[in-house]
């Protein structure tokens, strides 16, 4: 049977490969000869097998000629079936081209295989240590983005002009997805905003090609940004730029995602998200903080593609905002000049305000935590805060 070198099926690479090997070359050694009753060998040796035009019987996934449809949920469709691992699927899309390691805007049939695939325990995830959900930034500021990672070792990525998508995932020797990370940053029309963006137009976007440090990852945006409301989410991938794929249908994010605020007058917008308490929220192991949150960063160096379709040049990065933040459970002092009322007083962590007549005071502890676990869970997700109004932020967005 002919076909050609990349139309590999899908298992050759997954239940050939083991979890230490991090090439594909002698991808099959592992597997036993099968020989005839001559006592020859019928198949290929592995180097050969990644060479030749010929499918492999050993790797043939007999599940994939089952459609699924012998135990049906509501709602249920039946699966592409196929008896040889789908090595000739492109050909049932006459009017694509092939991928053939190319970013092709108008679409195309990719044949390459999806690749090893890592245990469950190996499940890659990260969390942004920097910005904190919902912060407000300074216009134009410029600022370092760090996010905590595990399992996946950062810093592989290959030629996203020739070699996107063209080869399978692949794992180093502790079972690890080998890739690299993107962080990009989009537009809202409010930090409530309901409405999904459009992935063609974002504020920023960045690969990542360092190695994590520490298990961080950073990366500086170093024009700042306008005056707006954002969402800051991870983009985790294989070497060849695709999303990490994992063994298990039913697991959390593999990546992350905060909102965050850039005002010309940072103190004049409260932290966080209306309806909140505008004081510090703790859930679930995240605590949003706010008013006074210092801003602390280095650049990385980076051979990565950038993309920004807005900015402007800022202060030099590593400057922090107006205010301290003391984190360790150190206490957090600030004032806040807001529509020329002062607010002084005190609020404790856990959500407790005290409010008088006039004033508003804020005071308190807050035990910085690492973000382990995602963004507080509130009723009705960001956009569940009905009725609750700022004045002063038509005058500062201009709406």
Same mark, same amino acid.
């Given at each position: 049977m002919?076909?050609?070198?990349?139309?590999?099926?899908?298992?050759?690479?997954?239940?050939?490969?083991?979890?230490?090997q991090?090439?594909?070359?002698?991808?099959?050694?592992?597997?036993p000869?099968?020989?005839?009753?001559?006592?020859?060998?019928?198949f290929?040796?592995?180097?050969?097998?990644?060479?030749?035009?010929?499918?492999?019987?050993?790797?043939?996934?007999?599940?994939f000629?089952n459609?699924?449809?012998?135990?049906?949920?509501?709602?249920?469709?039946?699966?592409?079936?196929?008896?040889?691992?789908?090595?000739?699927?492109?050909?049932?899309?006459?009017?694509?081209?092939?991928?053939?390691?190319?970013?092709?805007?108008?679409?195309s049939?990719?044949?390459?295989p999806?690749?090893?695939?890592?245990?469950?325990?190996?499940?890659?995830?990260?969390k942004?240590?920097?910005?904190?959900?919902g912060?407000?930034?300074?216009?134009?500021?410029?600022?370092?983005?760090?996010?905590?990672?595990?399992?996946?070792?950062?810093?592989?990525?290959?030629?996203?002009?020739?070699n996107?998508?063209?080869?399978?995932?692949?794992?180093?020797?502790?079972g690890?997805?080998?890739?690299?990370?993107?962080?990009?940053?989009?537009?809202?029309?409010?930090?409530?905003?309901?409405?999904?963006?459009?992935?063609?137009?974002?504020?920023?976007?960045?690969?990542?090609?360092?190695?994590?440090?520490d298990?961080?990852?950073?990366?500086t945006?170093?024009?700042?940004?306008?005056?707006?409301?954002?969402?800051?989410?991870?983009?985790?991938?294989?070497?060849?730029?695709?999303?990490?794929?994992?063994?298990?249908?039913?697991?959390?994010?593999?990546?992350?995602?905060?909102?965050?605020?850039?005002?010309?007058?940072?103190?004049?917008v409260?932290?966080?998200?209306?309806?909140?308490?505008?004081?510090a929220?703790t859930?679930?192991?995240?605590?949003?903080?706010?008013?006074?949150?210092?801003?602390?960063?280095?650049?990385?160096?980076?051979?990565?593609?950038?993309?920004?379709t807005?900015?402007?040049?800022?202060q030099? +990065?590593?400057? !922090? #905002? &107006?205010? /301290?933040?003391? %984190?360790?459970?150190?206490? $957090?002092?600030?004032q806040? @000049?807001? *529509? =020329?009322?002062?607010?002084?007083?005190?609020?404790?962590?856990?959500?407790?305000?005290?409010?008088?007549? +006039?004033?508003? !005071? #804020? &005071?308190? /502890?807050?035990? %910085?935590?690492?973000?382990? $676990?995602?963004?507080?869970? @509130?009723? *009705? =997700?960001?956009?569940?805060?009905?009725?609750?109004?700022?004045?002063?932020?038509?005058?500062?967005?201009?709406?």
């Amino acid at each position: 049977m002919r076909a050609s070198a990349v139309f590999f099926s899908f298992a050759s690479v997954v239940l050939a490969a083991p979890a230490s090997q991090k090439g594909q070359q002698g991808a099959l050694g592992n597997l036993p000869n099968s020989k005839g009753t001559n006592g020859a060998a019928n198949f290929q040796s592995a180097d050969d097998a990644q060479s030749s035009l010929t499918l492999d019987p050993r790797v043939i996934a007999t599940g994939f000629a089952n459609d699924g449809q012998e135990v049906q949920e509501a709602g249920q469709v039946a699966s592409l079936t196929s008896t040889n691992n789908f090595i000739n699927f492109c050909l049932t899309q006459p009017n694509l081209p092939i991928t053939n390691g190319k970013q092709i805007e108008t679409g195309s049939c990719n044949p390459a295989p999806m690749g090893v695939l890592p245990s469950s325990d190996n499940m890659p995830s990260s969390k942004f240590i920097f910005p904190k959900n919902g912060v407000v930034l300074q216009t134009g500021e410029i600022f370092t983005i760090t996010m905590a990672v595990r399992n996946i070792e950062l810093g592989n990525f290959v030629n996203a002009q020739e070699n996107y998508f063209a080869a399978p995932q692949h794992l180093n020797d502790q079972g690890q997805i080998i890739g690299h990370t993107h962080v990009t940053i989009d537009f809202l029309g409010s930090i409530n905003d309901t409405q999904p963006t459009n992935p063609k137009k974002f504020a920023y976007f960045k690969g990542v090609n360092t190695p994590a440090k520490d298990g961080v990852a950073s990366v500086t945006v170093d024009e700042g940004l306008p005056a707006g409301f954002y969402r800051l989410a991870s983009i985790n991938a294989a070497a060849n730029h695709q999303p990490v794929l994992v063994p298990i249908a039913q697991h959390g994010s593999l990546d992350d995602m905060v909102y965050f605020t850039v005002a010309d007058d940072p103190f004049s917008v409260p932290a966080g998200f209306p309806g909140e308490d505008n004081g510090a929220s703790t859930a679930n192991g995240t605590t949003n903080t706010q008013g006074n949150n210092a801003q602390t960063g280095t650049a990385v160096g980076n051979t990565g593609n950038t993309a920004t379709t807005t900015g402007q040049q800022g202060q030099k +990065g590593g400057q !922090s #905002q &107006q205010g /301290q933040q003391q %984190q360790g459970g150190q206490s $957090q002092q600030g004032q806040q @000049q807001q *529509g =020329g009322q002062s607010q002084q007083g005190q609020q404790q962590q856990g959500g407790q305000s005290q409010q008088g007549q +006039g004033q508003k !005071s #804020q &005071q308190g /502890q807050n035990n %910085q935590q690492p973000q382990t $676990q995602g963004p507080s869970n @509130q009723q *009705g =997700g960001f956009g569940g805060f009905g009725g609750f109004h700022f004045p002063d932020l038509g005058k500062i967005f201009g709406f």
